[in-house]
Protein backbone atom coordinates (compact mmCIF):
# COMPACT_ATOMS: atom_id res chain seq x y z
CA UNK A 1 0.00 0.00 0.00
CA UNK A 2 1.39 3.55 -1.03
CA UNK A 3 -0.02 6.27 0.94
CA UNK A 4 -2.29 8.25 -1.37
CA UNK A 5 -1.22 11.88 -2.78
CA UNK A 6 -3.42 14.51 -3.37
CA UNK A 7 -3.31 17.49 -5.88
CA UNK A 8 -5.37 19.98 -7.36
CA UNK A 9 -5.73 22.63 -4.36
CA UNK A 10 -5.48 26.64 -4.74
CA UNK A 11 -7.54 29.29 -4.77
CA UNK A 12 -10.36 30.32 -6.22
CA UNK A 13 -13.51 32.68 -5.52
CA UNK A 14 -16.84 31.78 -4.05
CA UNK A 15 -18.58 30.33 -6.19
CA UNK A 16 -15.89 29.06 -7.90
CA UNK A 17 -15.04 25.37 -9.09
CA UNK A 18 -11.93 22.99 -8.21
CA UNK A 19 -11.23 19.65 -9.20
CA UNK A 20 -8.62 17.52 -6.33
CA UNK A 21 -7.04 14.37 -7.42
CA UNK A 22 -6.00 11.70 -5.39
CA UNK A 23 -3.85 8.12 -6.03
CA UNK A 24 -5.15 5.32 -5.06
CA UNK A 25 -3.57 2.07 -4.74
CA UNK A 26 -4.51 -1.27 -6.13
CA UNK A 27 -6.90 -3.46 -3.77
CA UNK A 28 -7.95 -0.66 -1.64
CA UNK A 29 -11.55 -0.80 -0.24
CA UNK A 30 -12.91 2.83 -0.42
CA UNK A 31 -11.15 5.75 -0.52
CA UNK A 32 -12.30 9.37 1.30
CA UNK A 33 -11.61 12.83 1.37
CA UNK A 34 -11.96 14.70 5.08
CA UNK A 35 -10.75 18.67 5.79
CA UNK A 36 -9.38 20.26 8.58
CA UNK A 37 -9.55 24.06 9.59
CA UNK A 38 -7.18 25.13 12.15
CA UNK A 39 -8.04 24.37 15.89
CA UNK A 40 -11.26 21.86 14.45
CA UNK A 41 -11.10 18.38 13.80
CA UNK A 42 -10.83 16.11 10.90
CA UNK A 43 -14.27 16.22 9.50
CA UNK A 44 -15.54 13.97 6.82
CA UNK A 45 -16.36 15.01 2.93
CA UNK A 46 -16.77 12.56 0.89
CA UNK A 47 -15.90 8.75 0.28
CA UNK A 48 -16.31 5.52 -2.34
CA UNK A 49 -16.93 2.54 -2.06
CA UNK A 50 -13.95 1.02 -4.75
CA UNK A 51 -16.28 -2.44 -5.62
CA UNK A 52 -19.83 -0.73 -6.07
CA UNK A 53 -19.01 2.77 -6.73
CA UNK A 54 -21.31 3.65 -4.69
CA UNK A 55 -20.94 7.26 -2.61
CA UNK A 56 -21.46 9.19 0.49
CA UNK A 57 -21.45 12.75 1.33
CA UNK A 58 -21.25 15.13 4.44
CA UNK A 59 -24.59 17.07 4.33
CA UNK A 60 -22.90 20.36 4.54
CA UNK A 61 -21.46 19.33 0.48
CA UNK A 62 -24.29 17.70 -1.01
CA UNK A 63 -25.56 18.61 -4.29
CA UNK A 64 -21.72 20.80 -4.81
CA UNK A 65 -18.68 18.10 -4.42
CA UNK A 66 -18.94 15.24 -6.79
CA UNK A 67 -16.66 11.80 -5.55
CA UNK A 68 -15.63 10.16 -8.03
CA UNK A 69 -12.85 7.25 -9.22
CA UNK A 70 -10.93 5.94 -12.67
CA UNK A 71 -10.08 2.96 -12.15
CA UNK A 72 -7.71 2.56 -15.41
CA UNK A 73 -5.83 5.55 -13.75
CA UNK A 74 -6.44 4.62 -9.91
CA UNK A 75 -7.18 7.89 -9.14
CA UNK A 76 -10.13 9.41 -7.17
CA UNK A 77 -11.85 12.79 -7.42
CA UNK A 78 -13.34 15.30 -5.28
CA UNK A 79 -15.31 17.78 -8.02
CA UNK A 80 -16.24 21.07 -5.69
CA UNK A 81 -18.49 23.37 -7.24
CA UNK A 82 -20.24 26.34 -5.62
CA UNK A 83 -17.26 26.66 -3.17
CA UNK A 84 -17.89 28.69 -0.50
CA UNK A 85 -15.90 30.57 1.93
CA UNK A 86 -16.52 27.84 4.72
CA UNK A 87 -15.12 25.37 2.07
CA UNK A 88 -11.52 27.02 3.21
CA UNK A 89 -9.37 23.80 4.60
CA UNK A 90 -6.71 21.58 4.04
CA UNK A 91 -8.18 18.10 2.13
CA UNK A 92 -7.09 15.15 2.73
CA UNK A 93 -7.39 11.71 0.91
CA UNK A 94 -7.36 8.35 2.67
CA UNK A 95 -7.74 5.27 1.86
CA UNK A 96 -9.19 2.15 3.98
CA UNK A 97 -8.03 -1.51 3.04
CA UNK A 98 -10.79 -3.33 4.99
CA UNK A 99 -14.01 -4.19 3.33
CA UNK A 100 -17.09 -3.49 5.47
CA UNK A 101 -16.04 -0.49 7.62
CA UNK A 102 -17.41 2.84 8.37
CA UNK A 103 -16.24 5.63 5.46
CA UNK A 104 -17.33 8.52 7.70
CA UNK A 105 -15.10 7.78 10.93
CA UNK A 106 -11.61 8.35 10.52
CA UNK A 107 -10.28 6.26 12.68
CA UNK A 108 -11.39 3.29 9.79
CA UNK A 109 -8.78 4.80 7.08
CA UNK A 110 -5.67 3.09 7.41
CA UNK A 111 -3.23 5.47 4.82
CA UNK A 112 -3.41 9.26 4.60
CA UNK A 113 -2.33 11.82 2.09
CA UNK A 114 0.08 15.07 2.96
CA UNK A 115 -3.20 17.37 2.56
CA UNK A 116 -3.79 20.07 -0.11
CA UNK A 117 -4.83 23.57 0.95
CA UNK A 118 -8.25 24.80 -0.30
CA UNK A 119 -8.72 28.54 -0.28
CA UNK A 120 -12.11 30.12 -1.07
CA UNK A 121 -12.21 34.06 -0.86
CA UNK A 122 -14.60 36.13 -1.13
Known amino acids: QVQPVESGGGLVQAGGSLRLSCSRS?????MGWFRQVPGKEREFVAA????????YYADSVKGRFTISGDNAKNTVYLQMNSLQREDTAVYYC??????????????????WGQGTQVTVSS
Open 26 to 30: FGTAA
Open 48 to 55: IQWSSGNT
Open 94 to 111: AAQIYFGRSLVERASYNY
